[in-house]
């Protein structure tokens, strides 16, 4: 099946109540990874990146290495990118062929600007045959550079959906008590949001702050309509304990293909439990 519109993928999870995961990759061997754990269980899957991502490897090398790895898969994937208040890089990845965007506006002056830039940005991306994901609220903590500490104010369910209905966008990321990064204690998330934004709007629901989320929690939340579950900080998590493990174990050992094939079984696997919690396993067409 290989890349196809993020909106086709989302739009078939949110009618089937399941979750596709979006990885954040930091590089070729996570993107490989997690695209791999995703072939073996038949399930549909979004690789997502930050706007530090794109920044440190480069739009071109990033979509070009989407294309090889993803392209010849048997599975819909589609390349994503994750908050971005800078409308030049935006702009940058809608041409070298990202699907879906997410223009982050929620640390613009008001929710009017922030309405008025959304819809730029869904014409744009709509012109390449794009998708956009759109927020008001900060989700709290910060990815990748991107976000605040305490996040900022919770809006109305009249103000969401007026957002959502006025720009267009495809698919909406509330505030719900998530946060990005680790979570000292479970979190409590306002669940009622997300049913009471579909039950007025049926509209495919992101849920960020995925990482530390209990697995009762995100089937509860894609049940109510969480299409596109994002997981970021457990995929650093993998990766960096992963090649920490190895180093540690074999502190002589200088050879980088080995360690390698040890990295990217723990992130594979990482991806595995994820597809599996969200229910998206043999869900590809
Ligand atoms: P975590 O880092 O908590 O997994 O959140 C990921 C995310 O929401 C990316 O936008």
Known sequence: M????????????????????????????????????????????????????????????LAAMFREMAGPL???????????????????????????????????????ENKRQTIEVVAEARSFGASVEGEIEGIKGVEDGVGTETGTDIYSLETALDFIRSTGIDYFAPAIGNAHGVYK???????????????EHPIPIVLHGGTGISSAQFEDLITRGCAKVNISTALKIAFVEANRAYLNENPTKHDPPSLFRFVREKVKAMAADHIRMFGSEGKAW
């Open 2 to 61: 290989a890349i196809v519109p993020t909106k086709e993928i989302l739009s078939r999870a949110f009618e089937a109540r399941y979750g596709v995961a979006a990885f954040n990759i930091v590089n070729d061997l996570t993107m490989e990874a997690v695209l791999a754990a995703a072939a073996e269980l038949r399930a549909p899957l979004l690789i997502q990146t930050s706007v530090k991502t794109v920044k440190s490897m480069g739009a071109r090398v």
């Open 74 to 112: 048997p599975i819909p994937v589609a390349l994503h990118l994750d908050h971005c208040p800078d409308r030049k890089i935006l702009s940058l990845c809608l041409r070298e062929g990202w699907n879906s965007v997410l223009f982050d506006g929620s640390e613009l002056p008001s929710v009017a």
């Open 185 to 199: 204690t479970t979190p409590r998330l306002d669940v009622q949001r997300v049913s009471d934004i579909v039950a």
